[in-house]
């Protein structure tokens, strides 16, 4: 369960990342034999902004300039794993040719191999001649013989720096840890970051289901990663939260105008205003509250019971301090009949 959730993740984050400049498929199926790879992308220049966004993507970036399929590992590759992606490699490769045959044009499309793992071994390695280009790749990228057009990236071995943060994101333990954080750090206009943590959040919801059912490291190194993602979820609730006080003081004053005007031009537009304004900002508040507790009881437990659904009004006045803690404390129960009974009486416990 925790390796599927840190696989789609991964496919999510390439997804949201690559889509900018070019084609990306999920999954896509090769061969009569059911195999698929995990991503299957096809760059785009004629995209809006695709230089820039490009360029914006560092090494990922720079692996996204050809045709590539893209193989995420959450656990070490192994010798076998770089053989059945090698084989996905000749399947594609012959699809191509076929179309291309056919149609008649150039065959100069070939796209290439990235295998990414979080750590590999020297002894594998060296087992596939797997070199390094540091001139030109830098650290932490091996490459198979030249006709194999292959390349590992070797995640924990990439340099700390803004160029590799897309593929340290996709790592594990400190390297991944640390890799969030800085993704946080980013500045908000940045055009991937919010989406980013969005999956960032959704990983922590599935992180937390069935705790119970994995093993000990797994379980640790779970939690660990959740601890690093709840205060970059709570900072995302205060500015939702901030965003909704805004949006209720402008509501707030455009319905004290309309209220001053009908009881008088000056003497209603000042009353309007500061009574509109004090019922707009907490409207927009508990309008906020409410959405964001709906939508998170419903990724968590699936649908909302009947009993949760009576204390979603009452729990959204609770003010933002406590709100959190709830949230918080919501997010690490188990998805079973115990966390959804043990979740409706956090939620009465609130009012």
């Known amino acids: 369960?925790?390796?599927?959730?840190?696989?789609?993740?991964a496919k999510d984050i390439l997804d949201e990342t690559l889509s900018y400049i070019g084609g990306?498929?999920?999954?896509?199926?090769?061969?009569?034999?059911?195999?698929?790879?995990?991503?299957?992308?096809?760059?785009?220049?004629?995209?809006?902004g695709y230089l820039e966004y490009k360029e914006r993507l560092?090494?990922?970036?720079?692996?996204?300039?050809?045709p590539a399929l893209l193989e995420v590992f959450r656990n070490p590759v192994t010798t076998k794993q770089v053989i059945r992606c090698l084989n996905k490699l000749f399947d594609v490769d012959a699809g191509l040719y076929r179309e291309t045959k056919r149609e008649n044009?150039?065959?100069n499309e070939e796209p290439l191999l990235w295998v990414l793992t979080p750590t590999a071994s020297d002894t594998l390695l060296n087992g596939l001649n797997a070199t390094t280009d540091s001139e030109n790749w830098g650290e932490g990228i091996y490459f198979l013989g030249e006709c194999f057009r292959t390349g590992i990236v070797v995640i924990h071995r990439l340099p700390k720096t803004?160029?590799?943060?897309w593929l340290r994101i996709l790592g594990r333990g400190k390297v991944q840890e640390e890799a969030l954080v800085s993704l946080a750090a980013l500045p908000v206009d940045n055009p991937w970051r919010q989406n980013a943590l969005e999956?960032?959040?959704?990983?922590?919801?599935?992180?937390?289901?069935?705790?119970?059912?994995?093993?000990?490291?797994?379980t640790e190194e779970d939690l660990k990663l959740m601890r690093v993602i709840t205060p970059l979820f709570q900072e995302?609730?205060?500015?939702?939260?901030?965003?909704?006080?805004?949006?209720?003081?402008?509501?707030?004053?455009?319905?004290?105008?309309?209220?001053?005007?009908?009881?008088?031009i000056e003497r209603g537009k000042i009353e309007g205003k500061f009574e509109g304004i004090q019922q707009g900002i907490e409207r927009g508040r508990q309008e906020e509250n409410r959405a964001i507790l709906e939508n998170f009881l419903r990724v968590k437990f699936g649908a909302l019971s009947p009993k949760s659904a009576v204390f979603i009004t009452p729990v959204s006045t609770l003010p933002?301090?406590?709100?959190?803690?709830?949230?918080?404390?919501?997010?690490?129960?188990?998805?079973?009949?115990?966390?959804?009974?043990?979740?409706?009486?956090?939620?009465?416990?609130?009012?």
Request: hydrophobic content about 40%; aromatic content about 6%.
């Open 24 to 48: 990306v498929t999920l999954n896509k199926r090769v061969s009569a034999e059911v195999r698929e790879i995990d991503v299957y992308f096809m760059p785009d220049p004629d995209k809006p």
């Open 58 to 66: 560092g090494l990922l970036g720079k692996m996204a300039e050809t």
């Open 105 to 107: 044009p150039i065959y």
């Open 199 to 218: 999956l960032v959040y959704e990983l922590q919801l599935n992180l937390s289901v069935n705790l119970e059912e994995k093993s000990e490291l797994d």
């Open 236 to 264: 995302h609730l205060a500015v939702a939260e901030q965003r909704g006080i805004q949006q209720g003081i402008e509501r707030g004053i455009q319905q004290g105008i309309e209220l001053g005007v009908q009881q008088g």
């Open 320 to 351: 933002a301090v406590d709100f959190t803690i709830l949230l918080v404390q919501l997010s690490m129960l188990s998805v079973d009949e115990s966390g959804v009974k043990r979740g409706t009486e956090l939620l009465a416990e609130s009012v």
């Open 162 to 165: 803004p160029e590799t943060l």
């Open 1 to 9: 369960m925790t390796r599927f959730a840190h696989d789609q993740f």
